[in-house]
């Protein structure tokens, strides 16, 4: 495995984790990295780098993270998000993988891109979800704008420095993981 195959898989996984977080925002910086000759892409998803899917991607994006600060349209949109991102992770790490076969592309995919991705969009609905519930939705703009911002900053390392991203990513399924494991044992004492 060559250095640029494990950059590729790194900025794979920074972007899946982005799709977490917002579904459009990773998939327009990588159109734009693409745009722009920053990242190669393999052959046959060249076009996520042309104009045309960079304005529609941008829109998209736009659209999303505006709609986030739409009280119930929020809580909505969580209720697809999981099955969008884990799609979405996976055809950004398809996209971004360089020289392997075929086979360990969509498996890595697979598992690492869509996992990653439903990961953190299950704990990102989950975070909404009790934010509705303890304050009536009024903190709801806080935890929009923080995975807004997380979703940026997590795609523009992934792109400029994916070996950081990974690294932000790892501590980012770390605290997933706490939180998780933290709702648990409340659970239990509580059934």
Do not use: H
């Amino acid at each position: 495995m060559t250095t640029e195959t494990i950059i590729s898989i790194f900025l794979g996984i920074g972007l899946s984790a982005s799709v977490g977080f917002r579904v459009f925002v990773p998939l327009f910086a990588l159109s734009l990295a693409a745009y722009f000759n920053v990242w190669e892409l393999n052959e046959s998803w060249e076009w996520i780098g042309s104009l045309t899917a960079v304005i529609t991607l941008g829109v998209a994006t736009l659209v999303e993270v505006f709609a986030y600060y739409i009280p119930y349209i929020d809580n909505a949109l969580d209720s697809i998000a999981i099955p969008l991102a884990a799609i979405a992770g996976t055809a950004v790490m398809v996209s971004t993988v360089a020289d392997l076969s075929p086979v360990i592309t969509w498996a890595l995919a697979i598992i690492a891109g869509g996992g990653t991705a439903a990961a953190v969009a299950g704990s990102s609905g989950a975070t909404r979800l009790a934010s509705t519930a303890t304050t009536g939705g009024i903190a709801n703009p806080v935890v929009s704008t923080i995975e807004t911002g997380t979703s940026v900053v997590v795609s523009i390392l992934s792109v400029f420095a994916p070996i950081i991203a990974f690294v932000l990513v790892i501590i980012i399924l770390y605290i997933i993981f706490r939180l998780y494991k933290k709702i648990d044992q409340v659970s239990l004492k509580f059934p």
